[in-house]
C-alpha cells in the first residue's frame, strides 16, 4: 500500500513539472516526484538508496525555487494538451505497470514510466532552461529507481550518481541559441 501511494505522488509531482512554468511549481514538482521515488525504493533497496535520491532531489528543489519564472504559473492558457498528456500517460503506465507485467515491482514499474515519459516529454516540448533542467534532474533519478527493477541488486552507486547528477544539474549554465 505504500509503494502505491509513494507511486501516486511521484506521478504527481511529474504531472506539476509538465503543467507548471514557475519556479515553485517546478520546486514542488521535482520535491514530490523525488519523495515518490525515494519511497519506492527504501521499500526495496535500503536507507542509503533512498536517502541519495531523496537529498538529490532536495538539492534540486531547492536550487529550482531560486531559479527561473516567478510564481507557481500552474496551467497557464494553453496547457490542456499537458493536462491530456498527464493523464493518458498515467493511464496508460498504471496499465503496463499493473496490468500485463507480471512479477514484484509493479508500482516502481508505475513510477519509473511516468516520471521517464513525461519529464522526456517536457524536455522535449519546452525551451525554458529552468523546465529542462528541472525535467533532466528527475530523468536521472528516474533512471537510477529503474536499477531496481533488475534481479541482482544493483548496489547504492546508480542511486548516488543519480542524486549527484539531480543536485549539479540546476547549476550547469544554459545559452539560448542565437540565429545566425
Keep these: 500500500m505504500v509503494e502505491a501511494a509513494a507511486a501516486f505522488v511521484a506521478w504527481l509531482g511529474v504531472s506539476m513539472i509538465v503543467l507548471a512554468d514557475g519556479r515553485r511549481g517546478l520546486g514542488l514538482g521535482v520535491a514530490l516526484a523525488g519523495l515518490g521515488?525515494?519511497?519506492?525504493?527504501?521499500?526495496?533497496?535500503?536507507?542509503?538508496?533512498?536517502?541519495?535520491?531523496?537529498?538529490?532531489a532536495a538539492?534540486?528543489?531547492?536550487?529550482?525555487?531560486?531559479?527561473?519564472?516567478?510564481?507557481?504559473?500552474?496551467?497557464?492558457?494553453?496547457?490542456t494538451p499537458r493536462l491530456v498528456l498527464c493523464i493518458g500517460a498515467g493511464l496508460l503506465a498504471l496499465w503496463i505497470g499493473?496490468?500485463?507485467?507480471?512479477?514484484?515491482?509493479?508500482?516502481?514499474?508505475?513510477?519509473?514510466?511516468?516520471?521517464?515519459?513525461?519529464?522526456?516529454?517536457?524536455?522535449?516540448?519546452?525551451?525554458?532552461?529552468?523546465?529542462?533542467?528541472t525535467a533532466v534532474a528527475l530523468l536521472?533519478?528516474?533512471?537510477?529507481?529503474?536499477?531496481?527493477?533488475?534481479?541482482?541488486?544493483?548496489?547504492?552507486?546508480?542511486?548516488?550518481?543519480?542524486?549527484l547528477i539531480a543536485a549539479a544539474v540546476g547549476w550547469l549554465p544554459v545559452r539560448t541559441p542565437d540565429a545566425a
Excluded at 37 to 56: D, E, P, R, S, T
Excluded at 60 to 77: F, K
Excluded at 112 to 127: C, E, P, Q, T
Excluded at 140 to 163: D, E, K, R, T
Design 37 to 56: 521515488l525515494a519511497a519506492i525504493v527504501f521499500q526495496g533497496h535500503g536507507l542509503v538508496a533512498a536517502a541519495a535520491l531523496a537529498v538529490g
Design 59 to 79: 538539492i534540486a528543489a531547492a536550487r529550482r525555487l531560486v531559479s527561473g519564472s516567478a510564481g507557481w504559473q500552474i496551467m497557464p492558457p494553453g496547457s
Design 98 to 133: 499493473f496490468g500485463i507485467t507480471t512479477g514484484t515491482g509493479a508500482a516502481l514499474r508505475f513510477a519509473v514510466m511516468s516520471v521517464v515519459g513525461l519529464a522526456g516529454a517536457r524536455v522535449l516540448a519546452s525551451d525554458d532552461p529552468a523546465v529542462l533542467l
Design 140 to 163: 536521472a533519478l528516474a533512471i537510477a529507481a529503474a536499477a531496481g527493477l533488475s534481479h541482482s541488486a544493483p548496489g547504492m552507486w546508480p542511486y548516488v550518481a543519480a542524486g
